[in-house]
């Protein structure tokens, strides 16, 4: 019985063939002199699939097209097969895809595709520092040490406010001592008229003299 698989919102009902490749990354080092080599496991291998099928029907180059367009694109997409249940592969990529059309046969189409597992790559790091670990690190601050910000950040803002009102006095100050001396001036002046207009009276006075001796 043709094997089913669904790749994204697409279903290959003919699948006459599903083979599943896994391996580990193993890193083998020559050492001289030793009895056998070192070895250096880097961890599983993206998982292959490979898979053989048809394609019949009047629609089945338009879906063997739209597998082609998933290809050319380069996006993941969700992968079901029941003979890949045990592997656990949820995602895959298209790697290639080979369509023959047998001689003489009309909307008949002999298909292989290679399938790779898909694994979302980690967040990014910067610096050897993960951008994700922010949020935890935000979330790890004390609500005491927030209050102490916010009082802090206060204290700031009645130190700006009392700097304000020293200043406000020092100008009105400065005002004060100007009013002072104009009115110091305005004194001088007035003493400076009245000492002149007791020199006159006293001329007025010795004319009045003279007048009344003359008159006599």
Do not use: C
Request: glycine fraction near 10%.
């Amino acid at each position: 019985m043709p094997e089913a698989v669904v790749l994204g919102d697409l279903e290959l009902d003919r699948v006459t063939g599903l083979v599943i490749d896994e391996s580990r990354k193993l890193a083998v080092h020559r050492w001289p002199g030793a009895d056998g080599d070192i070895v250096q496991d880097m961890g599983m291998a993206a998982a292959r699939i490979w898979l053989t099928g048809v394609a019949i029907g009047d629609d089945a180059g338009a879906r063997l097209e739209q597998v082609r367009g998933a290809m050319q694109a380069g996006e993941p997409l969700d992968f079901t097969a029941s003979a890949a249940v045990a592997s656990n592969i949820d995602q895959i990529v298209i790697a290639a895809l080979r369509v023959t059309q047998p001689p003489g046969r009309v909307n008949f189409y002999d298909y292989q595709m290679e399938l790779v597992r898909y694994v979302p790559p980690p967040p990014p790091a910067a610096a050897g520092f993960n951008v994700g670990a922010l949020a935890a690190i935000g979330a790890g601050i004390d609500a005491s040490a927030l209050d102490a910000v916010a009082g802090a950040a206060g204290a700031l803002g009645t130190a700006a406010g009392a700097m304000t009102a020293l200043d406000d006095a020092l100008n009105a100050a400065k005002d004060a001592v100007e009013m002072a001396k104009s009115a110091a001036a305005f004194v001088e002046q007035a003493v400076a008229l009245a000492e002149g207009l007791q020199g006159l009276e006293k001329v007025f006075s010795a004319v009045a003299k003279v007048l009344a001796a003359w008159g006599d």
